[in-house]
């Protein structure tokens, strides 16, 4: 059974920074490109980063570009979320999802096979 569990979630003011964690299981996770993705309350789920199966290769929002910084550890199966500067429209929940191999598309939800629960981030002014 896969699962992705995100962490790092919380309150900060704005300026701040705080790094996500998502830990999957289940899968053989060097196999798989993931990208993070959030919704603000009112708003539909939009892309934030990814990261190719390499390694190699990362894509990122216009919104978050020089801001966050997606990374992988494979040897602990995991996918990290820097993030700094920021700003209260960057409020939202942030889920990780799973994609298998190279895709097609990774600002599309669609090209994600498993996601996570989400973990609520929120930035205060």
């Known amino acids: 059974q896969v699962q992705l569990v995100e962490s790092g979630g919380g309150s900060v003011q704005t300026g701040g920074s705080l790094r996500l964690s998502c830990a999957a299981s289940?899968?053989?996770?060097?196999?798989?490109?993931m990208g993070w993705f959030r919704q603000a309350p009112g708003k539909e789920r939009e892309f934030v980063a990814a990261?190719?199966?390499?390694?190699?290769?990362?894509y990122y929002a216009d919104s978050v570009e020089a801001r966050f910084t997606i990374s992988r550890d494979n040897a602990e199966n995991t996918v990290y979320l820097q993030m700094s500067s920021l700003k209260p429209e960057d409020t939202a929940v942030y889920y990780c999802?799973?994609?298998?191999?190279?895709?097609?598309?990774?600002?599309?939800?669609?090209?994600?096979?498993?996601w996570g629960r989400g973990t609520q981030v929120t930035v205060s002014s």
């Open positions: 289940g899968l053989t996770f060097s196999d798989y490109s």
């Open positions: 999802a799973a994609g298998y191999g190279a895709l097609d598309t990774y600002r599309r939800e669609n090209e994600y096979w498993y």
């Open positions: 990261i190719a199966w390499s390694g190699i290769s990362s």
